[in-house]
C-alpha cells in the first residue's frame, strides 16, 4: 500500500498560539491553491518546481548531497548556457522600449500554423466509440496569451524553450508528482525530458564515469544496457525472484565486490524497473522495495527507478470462475491500492525517478519528466541546455491542453484508473491461454507476469550437446514458423558473458486484441510441444 497522508502536526507555542503544518496537497486543492500564484508565461519563461510546490513540502529536511566526480564530458559543461543565462537575468528587469537584437527566437509571425485542434476524450467516456461520439475538440491558437484565452499558446509552443520545459506543463507534473508520490524531502525537483530513453542516457553520463560498473537485475530492459555499452559502462546482474530484484543478491554483490578481480571501483548507482519489469514483468512488492532501499543506504547507492508502467499495475489475477477483487471505487482508493514509489520512501533524496507518458498516453509524444533531489536535476537542465534543450513545443502543448485545461488532475487518474482496468483485462486473457495451451511439464510463468521461463534441459538438443543459445534460437525460429513473434530471454541479459541458467521468453499483451493473443499462445505452445517432442 502507499503511503497515508502526512499528518498534521500541531505544536503549541504559547498558551495562545499553534502552529499548522500544512496538508499535503490532494486533486481536490489544487484549483484554490493555484489561485495564489500564476504560472510564469511568455517566449522561453523560466520556471522551476518550487514555483507550484505546495508549503507542506517546505516542512521537511533536505536531501543528502550527491557531490559526485566524474570526468565525462558533461561534468566538464559549464553550469549554464551564459547566453540563456543573461537573458533571464535580465528579464523582468527590462526597461520600457527596449528592442532586442540579443536573442535568436524567430518572430513567431513567420510560425505556419495559427490553429492546432485535436479531439480528445471526455471523462469518463475513455473508448474510441465514446470519443468518436462525444469526445472534446481542445484547440490552441497563437496568440492566446495575448487574447487571455490560455497561459499557453502557440507562440510559445513553437519557439526556443526552457530546457526544463514549458513551465504549465512542469506545474501539473510537479502537482501529479505531489499528489501521488509525496515525496518526503523538501528540495526535489522535476524536468521535462524527451522521453525516458534519453534521461537514462543522461543519467550514465552525468553519474558515472567510463569503465564503470551499474547494478540491475539480471534480465534487464535492453535498450537501457545497450545505452550504457558504447560508454563503457558494465551491467553487474542481481539476481531475481517473482517479485523482481532480490535485495539480499544486491546486498550479496557489493559486499564481496572486488575492484582488482572486476577491475573497477564498486558500482554506486542502481538501475530497476520496479513495477511490470521489463521483460520479466515481475513487480516489487512495498517490502520488497523497502528492503532494496535499506540495501541501498548501506552501501550508498543511488537508485534509478525507471517507472514507464506504475500505472499499468493490474488488478490481482483469479483464475476463470473465481471471484474476483472489485476494482477502486474512487481516486482516492485508486491512489491507495498503488504500490509505493522509491521516490515517495526516500528520505534520502537518494533516487531519481523516470517517468513517462510512453505507455499511459502515447510514445510517439516522446515526452516525459523525472524528478530527483534539486542538485541532481539541475545537472539533468544544464546537460539538457547543450543535447536535446526541450520536448517538441507540439507535443507540450498537446499534452497541456489534455491533461491540464481538459481532464485536470482528477481527470488524468481516472483515466489512469481506466487503463488499470483495461490492462488487466488483457493480463486474464494471456494468463489463462497460457494456462489452456502451454505445456506446464517445461513451462512455467507467474501472473501478472508477461514473461515466461521453459526448461530448456528437457530439450531433446540438450543431450546432443546443444548450448542454451542453441535451443533458445530454435525454440524462437519455430515459434515463428508457427506464425508467433516472442523475444528471446537473452537479448535482456544484463551480463552475457555469464553462462545461463534459465531459459525465458518474453511475451506482450498490449498492442495485439483478446482474440488474437489467446491465438498466439495457443501457436506458442504447438511450437514448444513440436520442439521437446511432447
Not at 525516458?196 to 558515472?208: E, K, P
Not at 550479496?252 to 582488482?260: I, S
Not at 524528478?371 to 546537460?383: D, M
Not at 499534452?399 to 488532475?409: A, F, P, R, S, V
Amino acid at each position: 500500500m502507499s503511503p497515508g497522508p502526512v499528518d498534521i502536526e500541531v505544536k503549541g507555542e504559547t498558551d495562545t498560539t499553534s502552529v499548522v503544518v500544512p496538508e499535503p496537497l490532494t486533486v481536490d486543492d489544487v484549483t484554490a491553491w493555484r489561485a495564489k500564484g500564476s504560472v510564469p508565461t511568455g517566449t522561453a519563461a523560466a520556471s522551476n518546481s518550487d514555483m507550484f510546490k505546495s508549503p507542506a513540502c517546505y516542512t521537511k529536511p533536505k536531501a543528502k548531497r550527491w557531490d559526485l566526480q566524474s570526468c565525462c564530458p558533461c561534468q566538464q559543461r559549464s553550469p549554464a548556457n551564459p547566453m540563456a543565462d543573461r537573458y533571464h537575468l535580465h528579464r523582468g528587469k527590462v526597461p520600457t522600449g527596449l528592442i532586442s537584437l540579443g536573442g535568436g527566437l524567430p518572430s513567431s509571425e513567420n510560425f505556419p500554423f495559427e490553429e492546432l485542434s485535436v479531439k480528445v476524450p471526455t471523462p469518463p467516456g475513455f473508448s474510441e466509440a465514446e470519443t468518436r461520439a462525444s469526445g472534446t475538440v481542445v484547440k490552441a491558437g497563437k496568440h492566446d496569451i495575448r487574447e487571455g484565452t490560455s497561459v499557453y499558446d502557440l507562440e510559445v509552443a513553437l519557439n526556443y524553450g526552457q530546457s526544463v520545459g514549458a513551465a504549465p506543463l512542469l506545474r501539473f507534473v510537479t502537482e501529479h508528482t505531489e499528489i501521488v508520490h509525496r515525496p518526503p524531502y523538501s528540495d526535489w525537483q522535476c524536468c521535462l525530458t524527451v522521453g525516458s530513453t534519453v534521461a537514462w542516457d543522461a543519467a550514465l553520463r552525468i553519474l558515472c564515469e567510463r569503465g564503470d560498473y551499474i547494478l540491475t537485475e539480471e534480465y534487464s530492459f535492453s535498450t537501457a544496457l545497450e545505452t550504457a555499452r558504447p560508454l563503457g559502462i558494465k551491467a553487474a546482474p542481481v539476481k531475481m525472484d517473482e517479485q523482481g530484484l532480490l535485495p539480499e543478491s544486491l546486498d550479496e554483490v557489493l559486499t564481496n565486490w572486488d575492484e582488482k578481480a572486476r577491475g573497477a571501483r564498486k558500482p554506486h548507482l542502481l538501475y530497476t524497473i520496479p513495477s511490470g519489469q521489463n521483460p520479466t514483468g515481475a513487480t516489487q512488492s512495498a517490502e520488497r522495495r523497502r528492503e532494496v532501499y535499506k540495501v541501498a543506504q548501506k552501501h550508498d547507492l543511488f537508485i534509478v527507478e525507471d517507472e514507464p508502467y506504475y500505472f499499468l499495475q493490474m488488478q490481482p489475477y483469479t483464475p476463470a470462475g473465481a471471484e474476483s477483487v472489485p476494482p477502486p471505487a474512487t481516486r482516492e482508493e485508486f491512489l491507495k491500492v498503488l504500490l509505493p514509489s522509491f521516490l515517495s520512501i526516500d528520505v534520502d533524496g537518494r533516487v531519481l525517478r523516470l517517468e513517462s507518458f510512453s505507455k499511459v498516453i502515447s510514445p510517439g509524444s516522446r515526452t516525459g519528466w523525472i524528478v530527483a533531489s534539486e542538485q541532481i536535476v539541475e545537472r539533468f537542465i544544464h546537460h539538457f541546455e547543450y543535447s536535446t534543450q526541450n520536448p517538441s513545443g507540439i507535443s507540450q502543448i498537446v499534452l497541456y491542453k489534455l491533461l491540464d485545461e481538459q481532464w485536470g488532475h482528477g481527470g488524468y487518474l481516472d483515466w489512469l484508473l481506466h487503463l488499470r482496468l483495461e490492462y488487466t483485462q488483457r493480463r486474464d486473457v494471456i494468463v489463462r491461454a497460457c494456462e489452456e495451451f502451454l505445456p506446464t511439464e517445461i513451462a512455467s510463468w507467474v501472473p501478472p507476469s508477461a514473461g515466461m521461463f521453459v526448461d530448456w534441459r528437457k530439450h531433446p538438443g540438450f543431450k546432443q550437446g546443444w548450448t542454451h543459445d542453441a535451443i533458445e534460437e530454435s525454440i524462437f525460429k519455430a515459434a515463428v514458423d508457427k506464425g508467433v513473434l516472442v523475444s528471446s530471454g537473452s537479448w535482456f541479459k544484463a551480463d552475457r558473458s555469464q553462462e545461463e541458467e534459465k531459459m525465458f521468453f518474453r511475451t506482450t499483451f498490449a498492442a495485439a486484441p483478446g482474440d488474437k493473443i489467446t491465438e498466439a499462445i495457443k501457436r506458442f505452445g504447438e511450437a514448444l510441444r513440436a520442439e521437446f517432442g511432447l
